[in-house]
């Protein structure tokens, strides 16, 4: 039997356009494009095996070798530090990781900050860095309405277009890191898959407009 290269890829909007990326570059699987409720899709004759997660999952799978490669967004790499191989920035999936506040909030370095985030690793890394303590709260979502209740003094979350926080009446008010989708591999894979993953990697990469 041929050996099939796993790829997990992230469910949503910035999946189906990795996909695309992914069809473009010759490993195309059409069955992937036929509304169902399949999680898993195969095409033998180019050795790939397509498996949808949750983003926030998929450096999991990769990480434990369930999955060769996958897509990831550079927010979870860096909360969750998985021990991957981290081989090509796709240029899509862009946004930042920002503090955001109520427009009138002023900050008063003598108070411990109350911080609410999803990313309790990204945000303690940052105020370290600050040499700032801060009072954390791991929130799971709907961030943007810790401030307005008085939950936090601010919030660290992603900032695509800045609509969610306009409409919440917050703005931005530092910018901690860029954002955008990587492909990253599992190292074990990468030694022993290494032929087709490069290739894949390079036909990605051509298409982003890096020369590599
Ligand atoms: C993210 C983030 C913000 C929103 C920002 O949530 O948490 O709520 O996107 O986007 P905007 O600047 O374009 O308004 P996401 O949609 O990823 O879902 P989540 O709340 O489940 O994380």
């Known amino acids: 039997m041929k050996q099939m290269l796993n790829v997990a890829l992230p469910k949503g909007r910035l999946g189906e ?4 990326m992914f069809e473009k570059a010759g490993f195309e699987c059409p069955s992937i494009k036929e509304n169902n409720r399949k999680l898993i899709f195969e ?10 997660v949750k983003p926030s999952d ?6 434990r070798g369930a999955a060769d490669i996958g897509v990831a967004g550079k927010d979870i790499l860096l909360e969750y530090e998985p021990d991957v191989y981290e081989l090509l920035d796709l240029d899509i999936g862009k946004c930042r990781m920002a503090v955001a506040a109520p427009k009138d909030f002023r900050d008063d370095s003598q ?4 911080v609410a985030t999803k990313f309790s690793n990204i945000a303690q890394n940052y105020y370290n860095s600050c040499g700032r303590d801060i009072d954390m709260i791991h929130l799971n979502g709907s961030i943007e309405i810790a401030p307005i209740l008085g939950l936090s003094d601010v919030i660290v979350d992603i900032v695509e277009t800045g609509t969610t926080l306009k409409e919440n009446n917050l703005e931005v008010k530092e910018t901690i890191v860029p954002i955008s989708a990587r492909l990253i591999a599992n190292k074990t894979s990468f030694r022993f898959k290494s032929e087709l993953i490069e290739k894949i990697k390079n036909e990605l990469a051509s298409q982003t407009g890096e020369i590599k």
Do not use: Q
């Not at 095409?43 to 949808?52: I, L, Q, S």
């Not at 998929?58 to 990480?63: G, N």
């Not at 108070?111 to 109350?114: C, I, M, N």
């Open 17 to 20: 356009k990795v996909y695309a």
């Open 43 to 52: 095409n033998e004759e180019k050795g790939v095996r397509y498996f949808w």
């Open 111 to 114: 108070r411990t900050l109350k």
């Open 58 to 63: 998929v450096a999991i799978y990769v990480e």
